[in-house]
């Protein structure tokens, strides 16, 4: 008798177990489903590519970092460390000969500029 409740008991447990992978397996086969396990891949790479690009970017600074250290060093250049210069873009800064700059004393003092491109036309 024990035998027979034994065996049942292991087929019982068996076919739960068999019919819960199916179903599991059903649901996502759907299209909700299917949608879901896609976003989640989407999501698991975007946040892999992200770490491997901050990875990258550190470094590339620290790279950096070091080969300014050599050059400043093979040049002669005492920098302090950690002292960082500002970066000077000729475009950007105000250029005295623009003729609106000389037509307008006002500009002399204070050097503005106006951005409507339709100013002057």
Same mark, same amino acid.
């Given at each position: 008798?024990?035998?027979?409740?034994? *065996?049942?008991?292991?087929?019982?447990?068996?076919?739960? *177990?068999?019919? &819960?992978?199916?179903?599991?397996?059903?649901? /996502?086969?759907?299209?909700?489903? %299917?949608?879901? &396990?896609?976003?989640?891949?989407? %999501?698991?790479?975007?946040?892999?590519?992200?770490?491997?690009?901050?990875?990258?970017?550190?470094?590339? @600074?620290?790279?950096?970092? /070091? @080969?300014?250290?050599?050059?400043?060093?093979? %040049?002669?250049?005492?920098?302090?460390?950690?002292?960082?210069?500002? /970066?000077?873009?000729?475009?950007?800064?105000?250029?005295?000969? &623009?003729?609106?700059?000389?037509?307008?004393?006002?500009?002399?003092?204070?050097? &503005?500029?106006?951005?409507?491109?339709?100013?002057?036309?």
């Amino acid at each position: 008798m024990f035998r027979r409740t034994f *065996w049942f008991s292991t087929g019982v447990a068996a076919g739960v *177990w068999a019919t &819960t992978k199916v179903n599991r397996k059903l649901r /996502q086969l759907t299209p909700e489903g %299917l949608a879901a &396990t896609a976003a989640n891949k989407a %999501l698991e790479t975007g946040h892999r590519l992200k770490d491997r690009a901050v990875g990258f970017a550190l470094d590339v @600074r620290d790279n950096m970092a /070091q @080969r300014e250290a050599e050059l400043s060093e093979a %040049l002669g250049i005492d920098a302090q460390p950690g002292l960082v210069s500002p /970066q000077r873009h000729p475009a950007i800064e105000n250029n005295r000969s &623009t003729p609106q700059y000389i037509e307008n004393p006002q500009y002399i003092e204070n050097p &503005t500029y106006s951005y409507n491109r339709n100013e002057d036309h």
